[in-house]
């Protein structure tokens, strides 16, 4: 029971918790508009012709935080509330978004590792979140083989994670250092950023410390039966 807790329950209660932090962060500082006035757009590509990038096209997306880089099409996709909007925490996601155009850009290597394993993760992340949800069942009903096949998905999973944190740790690291250099925020604007894209990283890291955990604890049943200390 103790390992359960330690590998599965408390790496679950800390993504909840990223969760909520990273949706409580955002609320807050999408209520605080720049003085500046300029959207989430407008600073996304003005991060973006700083860095010589011309042929990124700025799409609006439906949902909320469903903003996201597409390396392939070369195209920022950023939620109705944060192309439009003016908020610290509209710029703050635009401009992490255009950060990774810029790292796609100087092919910046983890990106560059985080693409490669895209291809190999489609077919992993289907069997990934099949262990994480019956994980406990399968233990007692499935192969030796398909078990076997099951971890080495999550494993997969949880390296494409591991990569994916300074992927997402750089590209909020430019974003900040670019919103200041060109003038879109003050530096006294840039605490309602910071607790915005900080929120959003714990995230990743708890999404990596539930796969690194459930990994350790099916590998650890696999190899010595059902024991859960």
């Not at 042929?55 to 439009?84: F, W």
């Not at 610290?88 to 910046?108: C, D, M, R, T």
């Not at 489609?122 to 076997?148: D, H, I």
């Not at 949880?158 to 590209?171: G, H, K, M, R, Y």
Request: glycine share 10%; net charge neutral; charged share 15%.
């Amino acid at each position: 029971m103790t390992l359960w807790i330690v590998l599965i329950l408390i790496p679950i209660l800390l993504g909840l918790w990223a969760q909520m932090k990273v949706s409580s962060a955002y609320e807050k500082n999408v209520q605080v508009a720049s003085r500046g006035r300029i959207t989430g757009a407008e600073a996304a590509d003005a991060v973006m012709r700083a860095a010589g990038i011309h042929d990124v096209a700025i799409v609006r997306v439906p949902g909320k935080l469903t903003d996201h880089y597409d390396p392939i099409n070369k195209r920022l996709a950023l939620s109705e509330q944060n192309y439009h909007g003016t908020s610290l925490a509209a710029l703050g996601v635009a401009a992490h978004e255009a950060g990774h155009a810029i790292q796609h850009k100087v092919g910046y290597t983890m990106m560059q590792v985080r693409q490669n394993m895209a291809p190999v993760v489609q077919f992993a992340a289907p069997v990934a979140y099949m262990v994480t949800g019956f994980g406990m069942y399968l233990l007692g009903s499935m192969g030796g083989m398909l078990l076997t096949i099951g971890i080495a998905a999550l494993g997969v999973m949880t390296l494409f994670q591991l990569v994916t944190l300074p992927v997402e740790f750089d590209a909020s690291r430019r974003a900040k250092a670019q919103l200041v250099t060109l003038g879109i925020l003050g530096r006294d604007e840039m605490e309602g950023v910071d607790e915005t894209l900080d929120a959003a990283a714990l995230t990743y890291v708890a999404a990596f410390v539930s796969s690194l955990g459930y990994l350790l604890y099916l590998l650890t049943a696999f190899g010595g039966g059902r024991s859960d200390d």
